[in-house]
C-alpha cells in the first residue's frame, strides 16, 4: 500500500505540474523521490512512533506494488528471511499456553502514545486476523482459522522428532512470516521486535501444546 501511496501522490504531482505549464516533465524516477519527500515532511516524530517507520526493506518494497514481485525477487525475500530467523535459546519452543491466550487477546503494543517499545508491552493480537477458540466470538478472518492448530498436525509432543519440522516452522513462520511467503500480511513478530523470546513460546504452546484448549 505504501507505493500505491507513493503513486499516488507522484500522480497528483505530475498533475500538477503539467497544469503549471512545466515543459519538461520529471521522469518518473524524480517523480517518485519528490513525492516520498512529500510523504516524510507530513510525519514527525512523536514518543516512539518515528518517521524511520516510513523505510522499507526489501520485502516491504516489493509486496506494496501493485504487481507481485518476480519469482526470484520473491525466492530472495524468502531466504534471506529464513537466515534471519533467531531460533529459541537451549530449543525450549513451548511456553505457558494460558500466557499464551492472554498475549492472543491482547492488541497492544507499539503505538505513539507507549512509554517505550520493549516487547514486554505489547500484545499478540492473533484474534484480530485468525480465530482461535471456538468459544471466542469474535476474531478476523484475514488468516486462516488456528482451531486444533497442533492436533491436525499431529503434534502430541514436541520433544517427539516426529514433530519437528512443524514445531520449527511455527517458530519460524512466528518470528518472520515472509520466510514462507514472501509477501505475507502477518507481522514478523520476532525479526520486528514487537514480542521477545519469552512471548513467543507462550504463543507457541498456545498453539501446540496438547494441554492447550486450542488442541482439545
Known amino acids: 500500500m505504501f507505493n500505491k501511496t507513493l503513486t499516488l501522490a507522484a500522480a497528483g504531482l505530475a498533475a500538477a505540474l503539467v497544469v503549471a505549464g512545466c515543459a519538461t516533465a520529471p521522469s518518473s524516477a524524480e517523480l517518485d523521490q519528490q513525492a516520498l519527500a512529500m510523504l516524510k515532511a507530513s510525519f ?4 516512539i512512533a518515528k518517521v524511520d517507520r516510513l523505510n522499507q526493506d526489501l520485502g516491504q518494497k516489493a509486496c506494496s506494488s501493485d504487481k507481485p514481485p518476480a519469482e526470484a525477487l520473491a525466492k530472495q525475500i524468502e531466504a534471506e528471511s529464513l537466515a534471519s530467523i533467531k531460533w529459541p535459546e537451549g530449543g525450549r519452543y513451548l511456553g505457558d499456553w494460558r500466557e ?3 498475549l ?3 492488541g497492544r503494543g507499539m503505538t505513539w502514545t507507549d512509554a517505550s517499545a520493549d516487547p514486554k508491552a505489547n500484545g499478540a493480537n492473533c484474534y ?5 477458540d471456538k468459544k471466542e466470538i469474535s476474531y478476523g478472518t484475514i488468516g486462516p482459522s488456528l482451531w486444533n492448530y497442533g492436533k491436525l498436525r499431529g503434534v502430541k509432543d514436541v520433544a517427539d522428532p516426529a514433530s519437528a519440522a512443524i514445531v520449527q516452522y511455527t517458530w519460524g513462520k512466528l518470528w518472520n512470516s515472509k520466510a514462507y511467503a514472501a509477501c505475507s500480511n502477518m507481522p514478523r513478530f520476532g525479526h520486528m521486535k514487537l514480542l521477545n523470546e519469552e512471548q513467543l513460546r507462550h504463543v507457541m504452546a498456545l498453539l501446540l501444546d496438547p494441554k492447550s484448549p486450542v488442541n482439545q
Open 104 to 106: 492472543a487477546q491482547n
Open 44 to 47: 514527525r516524530d512523536q514518543g
Open 128 to 132: 484480530n486476523c485468525h480465530e482461535i
Open 100 to 102: 499464551g491466550e492472554k
